[in-house]
């Protein structure tokens, strides 16, 4: 098995982009999700299941230390233009702005807003991972337990944990499966895909509670990773909102698509990579 292709992400729930290596810290991917949008009228985070036209922008660092962010109509614009903000909360009908990583100590910050009162908790969960009719809602012990009280673990803007993998093996089923939708790894917000070759179905849920080392680094699988209705939005024309495929990993995957894992030891990750069973 070997690293198939590396993904970073500068900015949370935008479409990111490929690089030929990383480097890994206790925090995930050196450069990865250190900005985000917030939701200013809402008092939080944006992330795909809130404001899924965000998956149609995508985000790359530049040279001075901004990320550059091109828009669906094609535009560029910087994180260092005054006007940032004002375009993005237009483009996506939200007052929203571009804010960098907090301190971890900052946890006012990371902390979810205060509940409404009104709302119906189940409702809302059912509508934020896209579950219709009587399907299941996930098992929550699979979720870090820092998502009960913050939007995102404090000094961090990763949902959950700090690594997302997920094989070819997997990224082949689900195509297969579904040969009338648009299967596209962007949808699926890998950090490390794996080259699985031939193995069938989904090999990465068998890997919970295993270590591999992979480059100089050694990471932890924790658990299949349950999905939300954010794999179903639109990233492009070509690429359009498609629920079938949440239906799909709902019904046949026990709603997961590859699994979490954690870093045990840092270290720099190449494409090419040996992902070796310890």
């Not at 301190?103 to 579950?131: E, K, M, N, Q, V």
């Not at 993998?165 to 490390?192: C, Q």
Request: overall charge negative.
């Amino acid at each position: 098995m070997r690293i198939d292709s590396l993904w970073q992400y500068p900015v949370k729930s935008m479409i990111g982009h490929e690089v030929p290596d990383v480097r890994l810290s206790p925090l995930g991917i050196v450069g990865d999700r250190t900005w985000a949008v917030r939701d200013l009228d809402r008092g939080t985070i944006a992330n795909t299941r809130s404001h899924g036209a965000l998956m149609r922008f995508t985000a790359s660092h530049a040279s001075n230390g901004a990320v550059t962010i091109t828009f669906p109509d094609g535009r560029s614009m910087s994180s260092v233009d005054a006007g940032l903000s004002d375009a993005l909360s237009v483009a996506v009908g939200a007052r929203l702005e571009l804010q960098p990583l907090a301190s971890a100590d900052d946890l006012d910050f990371y902390r979810h807003p205060a509940a409404d009162p009104d709302l119906d908790l189940i409702d809302y969960l059912r509508t934020i991972f896209g579950r219709e009719g009587d399907e299941p809602l996930p098992d929550f012990a699979k979720f870090a337990p820092e998502v009960m009280e913050f939007e995102t673990p404090p000094g961090t803007f990763y949902d959950c944990y700090p690594l997302l993998l997920m094989s070819t093996s997997a990224l082949r089923s689900i195509t297969e499966a579904l040969p009338e939708s648009i299967i596209d790894v962007r949808r699926f917000r890998p950090s490390l895909m794996v080259d699985t070759a031939d193995a069938p179905g989904h090999p990465e849920f068998d890997w919970a509670g295993r270590r591999f080392a992979i480059g100089t680094a050694v990471i932890e699988v924790k658990n299949d990773c349950p999905r939300c209705a954010a794999l179903t939005n639109a990233i492009s024309p070509a690429i359009p909102a498609d629920r079938a495929i949440l239906r799909h990993v709902v019904r046949d995957l026990g709603q997961a698509v590859g699994v979490y894992c954690t870093v045990v030891q840092p270290g720099t990750v190449a494409l090419g990579d040996e992902l070796r069973p310890l």
